[in-house]
């Protein structure tokens, strides 16, 4: 019988790894914090038409990449492949829509069929950001600036670049897409295959395409910000201003759409070079229609999400994330005689110093092969508490890091020791 191995593309994250991702989410709990966001946490499987419905029946993610199987109900469920839809579900079942502006963010997995890669994975993280009830231009400055100061704790700052495009609103878009398709369709044959298909089905997404004779054909088919309208203009404008007033460089990128059916106006990808093909590592925008379309109140709304996963290979990469300081802080030495005794004193020792890891030898064996693995735990102390010093109510303190000599002081004033050993 062969042993069983993870499903291929959903990965295992090690404890050897783990400080990695506290380091990331560290970063990002306390900008959140800091610009008055609140945490939400959803369900990881959601109703097939949800996404159909949100997502978009003709986008590659739909019909390429979702996870989808029937319960013993017959009910059509779906592993979620983004998040957005599954929180503007929860928003309009909850009633949070209500004259009111929601600031939210979550995390967690979400799942794409795919081919695996090195930062793509078919189990893979995201962390979400949105924003719902303000319709206002300052709102889309705010959620760049968010993300801007976020680099910056993170230390991506000078190695992401802000790509901004804006799409218009529905009959905007239309009107373009009708353009476009007039434009394309007698050079149909010399589109790549996936251009030729998404012509007839989602022709925006041409604008999308990694083939570069695509790109070439592209470079004089028609621009999609001739086709906005004038007060949408006049929002794009604003919305370079706010960014040049809050110092976060961008360029305009006018073939950037984003792979979902619900974004319209501002849409954005921070972008990084280090990763080669994998260049995107967060990517968002508006959806003011997403709301209404799954039968909510008429709602703005605007986000981001990024891939976790490929935030981490860049930190990596970068050298930027510190070395792991998850070691203990004491390290407790006992016999086969002692430990019953000794681990409620070291129980009521944890409770006093909360602050400061404190790791117990349960396996016991020699006290030879005890203070190796103390050692090996990186803790400053060792802590023996054997047979004599259970009987003579002491405990001996010797010091793994510091050329000193070992003490022996009475259990009472063992935690008063330690806080001033560590003040």
């Known amino acids: 019988?062969?042993?069983?191995?993870?499903?291929?593309?959903?990965?295992?994250?090690?404890?050897?790894?783990?400080?990695?991702?506290?380091?990331?989410?560290?970063?990002?709990?306390?900008?959140?914090?800091?610009?008055?966001?609140?945490?939400?946490?959803?369900?990881?499987?959601?109703?097939?038409?949800?996404?159909?419905?949100?997502?978009?029946?003709?986008?590659?993610?739909?019909?390429?990449?979702?996870?989808?199987?029937?319960?013993?109900?017959?009910?059509?469920?779906?592993?979620?492949?983004?998040?957005?839809?599954?929180?503007?579900?929860?928003?309009?079942?909850?009633?949070?829509?209500?004259?009111?502006?929601?600031?939210?963010?979550?995390?967690?997995?979400?799942?794409?069929?795919?081919?695996?890669?090195?930062?793509?994975?078919?189990?893979?993280?995201?962390?979400?950001?949105?924003?719902?009830?303000?319709?206002?231009?300052?709102?889309?400055?705010?959620?760049?600036?968010?993300?801007?100061?976020?680099?910056?704790?993170?230390?991506?700052?000078?190695?992401?670049?802000?790509?901004?495009?804006?799409?218009?609103?529905?009959?905007?878009?239309?009107?373009?897409?009708?353009?476009?398709?007039?434009?394309?369709?007698?050079?149909?044959?010399?589109?790549?295959?996936d251009s030729q298909r998404r012509l007839g089905k989602n022709p925006l997404r041409i604008l999308d395409s990694k083939n570069e004779n695509t790109q070439r054909l592209l470079d004089n088919a028609p621009n999609l910000h001739d086709f906005l309208d004038q007060d949408i203009q006049k929002d794009f404008e604003a919305l370079t201003e706010y960014l040049s007033v809050l110092n976060i460089p961008y360029k305009i990128n006018s073939r950037l759409v984003r792979g979902i059916d619900y974004y319209c106006n501002t849409v954005f990808e921070w972008v990084t070079d280090k990763l080669g093909a994998q260049g995107t590592i967060c990517a968002g925008g508006r959806y003011d229609s997403l709301v209404s379309d799954l039968q909510g109140p008429e709602t703005p709304a605007v986000g981001f999400a990024m891939g976790v996963e490929r935030i981490i290979l860049l930190l990596e990469t970068l050298e930027l994330i510190p070395e792991s300081t998850q070691n203990a802080d004491i390290y407790v030495i006992s016999d086969e005689s002692s430990i019953f005794k000794s681990m409620p004193m070291i129980e009521t020792l944890r409770k006093s110093l909360p602050h400061l890891t404190i790791e117990q030898n349960t396996s016991l064996g020699s006290f030879k092969s005890q203070f190796k693995k103390a050692d090996k735990s990186g803790a400053a102390l060792a802590l023996v508490i054997a047979e004599d010093e259970v009987n003579n109510n002491t405990c001996v303190i010797k010091f793994l890091r510091e050329d000193k000599e070992q003490v022996t002081i009475p259990q009472a004033e063992l935690a008063s020791y330690i806080q001033n050993h560590y003040a």
């Not at 739909?62 to 009910?75: A, I, L």
């Not at 599954?86 to 995390?107: P, S």
């Not at 719902?132 to 600036?145: C, K, P, R």
């Open 1 to 193: 019988m062969s042993k069983i191995q993870a499903v291929r593309g959903m990965n295992d994250i090690l404890p050897s790894d783990i400080y990695k991702w506290h380091f990331f989410e560290n970063a990002v709990k306390q900008t959140l914090h800091n610009y008055g966001y609140q945490e939400i946490r959803l369900p990881i499987v959601e109703k097939s038409e949800l996404f159909h419905r949100g997502v978009g029946a003709g986008t590659d993610i739909v019909e390429k990449e979702t996870y989808d199987f029937s319960d013993r109900n017959d009910e059509a469920l779906t592993l979620r492949p983004e998040g957005t839809a599954g929180c503007v579900r929860a928003m309009i079942e909850h009633g949070l829509l209500r004259n009111q502006i929601q600031k939210v963010w979550y995390t967690g997995a979400m799942f794409r069929y795919e081919r695996p890669q090195k930062g793509r994975y078919r189990q893979f993280y995201q962390l979400g950001v949105e924003v719902y009830g303000n319709s206002h231009i300052a709102q889309d400055a705010e959620v760049l600036s968010l993300s801007w100061q976020l680099w910056q704790a993170l230390g991506l700052d000078t190695h992401v670049t802000l790509e901004l495009n804006n799409l218009g609103s529905a009959q905007n878009r239309a009107d373009y897409v009708s353009a476009l398709v007039d434009y394309l369709t007698p050079l149909k044959d010399q589109l790549d295959e």
